[in-house]
């Protein structure tokens, strides 16, 4: 192992260490070893698994600091894995000298305005564990190609960009799971095209990434997000994000939750996403889906969003269940919240409860409002004290609103409607549902746009 204080590190955070720390890479076995201090550097650290062959880093129980005073990462791994995750696709030189980098032990200090924390290129099984990372251009990021990354308890704390950033990178098997990811600039995590599969983000606690105040930007542009996956381009499928808590300041266009994929269907879509047992809240939107295919949202508890807590558009295959709401103790309560849903499909909405919700104005919009929507169910919800109303259908086609409750249970009720139809709709149901307590009519349903039976009014 090369301990850097034996080739000349100095270790006191003035001195520039960058030589000593190639000159012990270069002679030891790979495993670069670094004592407590603070270790200053001015160019990247290249660790080339190629040349060195099995490579880690290693500092002495979170004690050790590398100082990155020039632009780039200051720890680069790279390696030359060609294959995918499957064993029979390595190429032998990977298993003999590439496989398994680790990173571990350390804090990176970005105190050069281009500098960043640790970039993965062509890598397999790397693994990053009890790392600190803070005041860089990006935490970690990863390029190119990558395989069977894993990320764990770690710290991705006040970066200029992202915490977590996957660039453009072909990168399968990613399991991140107890961090703190948090008071980054733009997102926690981010992914941007590439080609990115079988991502579970668990376990995690991931706040406060955005700008407020800042980072400005038109009405309606995204700002801002804990998690936020972008794929015009490129391919993001088989994403699980469970039992973390994501949570912010109000930003105008911020949201907990963003994935875009492209617009189109099929292999070539976002895909296959489950959003379950998290805690989000406080920020503009809650989640936000578009062009996104077969989702799960069930089990969340979702607060204070300043806009929607759901906004999905053109998505299909979602199933949204048992999933708690804003619940505004009192009418002096700031006034937010709802679920859009905006040319979705093939979708159940089922289990909801929600108190107060109120996007939506006299002309348009609820607490629940479905836009040219197509074989979308809604049931077995709880829409109380609805500020609008409680559920909207505008030009949708065979949807279905049964077995709920949607009610105004206040001495003045502002719900002006329970249910309304508007529009181009047809073939629709609306039946058993318990409803009571509008301003207005309860049930706005005109003729020739559903079916109507069975509703007990109150």
Known sequence: MAFVNHFGAAGDGRRDDTEALEHALAAGDGVLELAKGSYRI???????????????????????????????????????????????????????????????????????????????????????????????????????????????????????????????????????????????KQAGIKSLDGDVHNLQITGNDIEYNHHPGVDKSPQGEPRGAEIWFEAPRGVISEVTISSNTLQATIQPGGCNVRIHGQDTTGAAAARLVTIAGNVLGSQTRGIELKHVERVAITGNTIYDSNELSILA?????????????????????????????????????????????????????????????????????QLLDSLVRGVELTNCHRCRISGNSIIDRREKPSMRQAIRVRGNSRDNLVQNNLVGGASDKLLDIPAGTATVQGNTIL
Not at 325 to 353: K, N, Y
């Open 42 to 184: 001015t160019r990247p650290i290249v660790i080339d698994t190629t040349r060195t062959g099995y490579a880690a880093v290693r500092g002495l129980g979170g004690t050790s600091r590398i100082i990155m005073d020039g632009p780039g990462p200051a720890l680069r791994i790279v390696g030359d894995h060609r294959g995918t995750a499957q064993p029979s696709s390595y190429q032998p030189h990977t298993w003999d000298k590439e496989r398994f980098p680790t990173i571990s032990g350390i804090e990176i200090l970005g105190r050069h305005a281009e500098a960043s924390g640790i970039e993965l290129r062509k890598t397999t099984k790397a693994t990053i564990r009890e790392v600190l990372v803070r005041r860089c251009v990006d935490g970690i990021r990863l390029v190119e190609r990558n395989r069977d990354f894993v990320l764990s308890d770690s710290h991705l704390l006040d970066n200029h960009r992202y915490g977590l950033f996957f660039d453009r990178c072909n990168l399968h098997q990613i399991i991140v799971h107890g961090n703190h990811i948090s008071w980054n």
């Open 313 to 381: 558009e053109d998505c299909a295959g979602m199933a949204i269940g048992s999933n708690t709401f804003v619940w505004r103790g009192d009418d002096e309560a700031p006034q937010r919240d709802g679920l859009r849903f905006v040319r979705c499909r093939d979708a159940s909405l089922i289990g909801m409860v929600a108190r107060r919700l109120c996007y939506g104005s006299a002309d348009a919009g609820a607490a629940v409002t479905l836009e040219d929507c197509q074989d979308f169910a809604i049931s077995e919800c």
